[in-house]
T-cell receptor, first 112, second 112 residues
């Protein structure tokens, strides 16, 4: 069974600070995704990472993938309040028809 | 090109009633996935369907839950004799074969 673990599960950080969310997965996957979810809303796709060493950046968020270590990171630079949300990583695999396996999510609160 | 459409957005059912959740995939998408999100948790895969076929239902509870994706019309997730523990957000995602899936807005089911 493919397992996806995120840490931390809860993160409170001050505006302007940097922090990293980690995502480990247990078996080979085809793609790794990062999503954002605001309370009561659907999932917003942030990044799709395909290959070892992939790095993508959008604004204050940067995601990377190390397929050998089965690890992805989501780095937050100079956090602002608008980044407060829950962030999920997920992986898929062609053997399971590309169904997504999600981590439990990281609930991020950015405070002044 | 409309996105993945789910309805209703909110559904309230009394214990023992049936719940029907609908999902219209994006135009050109023939793959549909259903996920369930319990309060304060990540999304869990339930079922993967293609037109007129259930491909993988390994995440579906064995009783009371069923899904279909007919040749014409939306995909339907049916929950019979709902119980309080069925209260959750149910998300549908659709894709073209092997490509990234896109999520609908979800149906929030409350069982009273």
């Amino acid at each position: 069974e493919l397992k996806v673990e995120q840490n931390p599960l809860f993160l409170s950080m001050q505006e302007g600070k940097n922090y990293t969310i980690y995502c480990n997965y247990s078996t080979t996957s085809d793609r790794l995704y990062w999503y954002r979810q605001d309370p009561g809303k659907s999932l917003e796709s942030l990044f799709v990472l395909l290959s070892n060493g992939a790095v993508k950046q959008e604004g204050r968020l940067m995601a990377s993938l190390d397929t050998k270590a089965r690890l992805s990171t989501l780095h937050i630079t100079a956090a602002v309040h608008d980044l407060s949300a829950t962030y999920f990583c997920a992986v898929d695999n062609r053997n399971s028809g590309y169904a997504l396996n999600f981590g439990k999510g990281t609930s991020l609160l950015v405070t002044p | 090109n409309a996105g993945v459409m789910q309805n209703p957005r909110h559904l309230v059912r009394r214990r023992g009633q049936e719940a029907r959740l609908r999902c219209s995939p994006m135009k050109g998408h023939s793959h549909v996935y259903w996920y369930r999100q319990l309060p304060e948790e990540g999304l869990k895969f339930m079922v993967y369907l293609q037109k007129e076929n259930i491909i993988d239902e390994s995440g579906m509870p064995k009783e009371r839950f069923s899904a279909e994706f007919p040749k014409e019309g939306p995909s339907i997730l049916r929950i019979q004799q709902v119980v309080r523990g069925d209260s959750a957000a149910y998300f549908c995602a659709s894709s073209q074969s092997g490509n990234e899936a896109f999520f609908g807005q979800g149906t929030r089911l409350t069982v009273v």
